[in-house]
């Protein structure tokens, strides 16, 4: 039953946010006939701010490069125009979805820790999922994007997620049901209008379970669940979800259940080293 005390959501009067125009030049440029790798460059070094992020994302281990690139052009040589893309969409997508709360740092640094988990999980596990690790590290980032949403739309839709003075993650499809409206559905609508790949959208709209295996989504969104249920319990969040979907995540990954512990440990202390 909705919550009546709350106020209901009404779907069609939520703005979906819209790519930023340097997103939609970038898409121009890739889209021609002949690419022109230093046009790319330059338009993307016109935003200081998008520019040292690339940097600072490109010295992450997701991305495999023995060394960061000396440029702009370099970039694009080593990890190609389409990582590329994807990489500036989710630089966008946090300056987009963002306020002057400190519940979006909070929010965002959660996304960002679950990102880096997931896109490590997808390399550990390269020979089983053949899942782009950019693309679990896009899933990551992009799974929970409709909350920051509605969050813009009605700042009480955030209230939940604060409790004596912290943050902390609630039972958030409790929230839903509480302003009659599904954060997922909202998710996948901006991964649809950010051009997403389509099984990235797909796993952003089922991220909270694994349909079956034949879901096209299915390992991206276990690899995403292995990721969120790694994150809560080593910051103390509410894991309750992971117990209904735990052995399906097992066997989509590959992972024994004797090996789950030391996994874990693993792929965590491995995102701390390269922080």
């Not at 703005?15 to 030049?25: K, T, V």
């Not at 700042?155 to 939940?160: I, L, N, P, R, V």
């Not at 952003?204 to 969120?228: F, G």
């Amino acid at each position: 039953m909705p919550d009546k005390t709350a106020p209901a959501i009404n779907p069609d009067s939520i703005l979906i946010p819209s790519p930023p125009s340097l997103l939609i030049e970038l898409e121009k440029l890739i889209d021609a006939d002949e690419i022109n790798i230093q046009a790319v460059a330059e338009l993307i070094s016109k935003d200081a701010g998008i520019t040292a992020q690339i940097f600072r994302q490109l010295a992450s281990p997701i991305y495999g490069l023995s060394k960061p690139p000396e440029s702009l052009g370099k970039a694009v040589s080593l990890i190609g125009l389409k990582t590329l893309h994807d990489l500036v969409k989710t630089i966008c997508l946090r300056q987009v979805l963002s306020g002057d709360s400190p519940f979006f740092e909070w929010f965002w640094e959660r996304s960002a820790e679950i990102s880096k988990l997931a896109a490590a999980v997808a390399w550990a596990q390269r020979t089983v999922v053949n899942v782009l690790p950019e693309h679990a590290y896009l899933v990551g980032l992009f799974h929970d994007c409709g909350i920051p949403v509605l969050t813009l739309h009605n700042k009480q839709y955030s209230d939940a997620f604060r409790q004596g003075g912290a943050y902390h993650w609630p039972d958030i499809r409790k929230e839903d049901g509480k302003f009659q409206t599904d954060h997922t559905v909202v998710g996948y609508l901006v991964a649809k209008h950010w051009k997403l790949p389509d099984y990235v959208c797909q796993a952003v709209r089922h991220h909270h379970e694994i349909i079956n295996a034949e879901h096209k989504a299915a390992t991206l969104v276990a690899l995403l669940q292995m990721a969120i249920h790694i994150y809560n319990i080593r910051n103390g969040q509410d894991d309750s979800e992971w117990e209904g979907e735990r052995e399906r995540v097992l066997d989509e990954l590959g992972i024994l259940p004797n090996e789950l512990q030391e996994f874990e440990e693993d792929i965590y202390d491995q995102v701390q080293q390269n922080k």
